[in-house]
């Protein structure tokens, strides 16, 4: 699998409530500096390290922020990166359907822009092309923080988002492979209970099919959406 020829979407659209007060409150999470560097950009460079092309980056913005965050991504990538607008906050599955016009690929990338690794989860997974999603998980002592998959041998069998009491200690990560027919997928989802369109949902719609696995990635995982994680990702970015 080439992953230069992978399209690749950044959802850079959250509102970053969790960090509305940090460092002053003056900016947008994806906007917030990472030793110096806007969020946005050192996930584009995380990627491109791994051997993405910033050619096939789409990057899914909201209103209030669009145009910071492409003069901010313009401004070190050229103009290379394209851009969409979710117009409301209606969840993670909601924002990568914007990106489907944009997409020409067999696959797509999903990666949240928060997200970030210390090793290249593509080179230590084997990837699985016939299937419709490929996800990656982290083995974690607070799993009730995040998306958890049950698994039994190399199959997950239930996917629980922020459980009160986890199935298992295998949190699903902000990364995921689609097969590019994953948006048909999208448009038979119904919101949840917040009114939102859920990316756990969409993986579990797989699970009957057996269209999703799994793999565990190497290294530290951070989902740097508080104050406390961002101080963690500058330390060990440093």
Known sequence: MNLDKISVVILAAGLGTRLRN?????????LLEINGTPM???????????????????CVTNPD???????????????????VIQPEPLGI???????????????????????FFEKNPF???RLNNEVVSNIFTKR???????????????????????????????AVVGLYLYKSEIFNKINML???????????????SLITSGGIVYHEIEGWWIDAGT?????DLEKRML
């Open 22 to 30: 940090f460092r002053g409150g003056k900016t947008n999470k994806i």
């Open 40 to 58: 946005i950009v050192k996930q584009i460079e995380q990627l491109t390290s791994w051997g993405f092309s910033t050619n096939n980056i789409i």
């Open 65 to 83: 922020i669009h145009e910071s965050i492409e003069e901010v991504v313009n401004e070190q990538f050229s103009s290379e990166v394209k851009y």
């Open 93 to 115: 599955a909601h924002a990568f359907s914007y990106s489907k016009d944009l997409i020409s690929s067999e696959y797509v990338l999903l990666v949240l822009g928060d997200n």
């Open 123 to 125: 080179l230590t997974s």
């Open 140 to 170: 974690v002592h607070n799993p009730q923080d995040f998306g958890v998959i049950e698994v039994s041998g190399d199959k997950v069998i239930s996917l629980e988002e922020k459980p009160l009491i986890p199935s298992s200690d295998l």
């Open 190 to 204: 119904e919101p949840s209970n917040r009114g939102e369109y859920e990316i756990t949902d969409l993986n579990r």
């Open 227 to 231: 104050p406390d994680r961002i101080i």
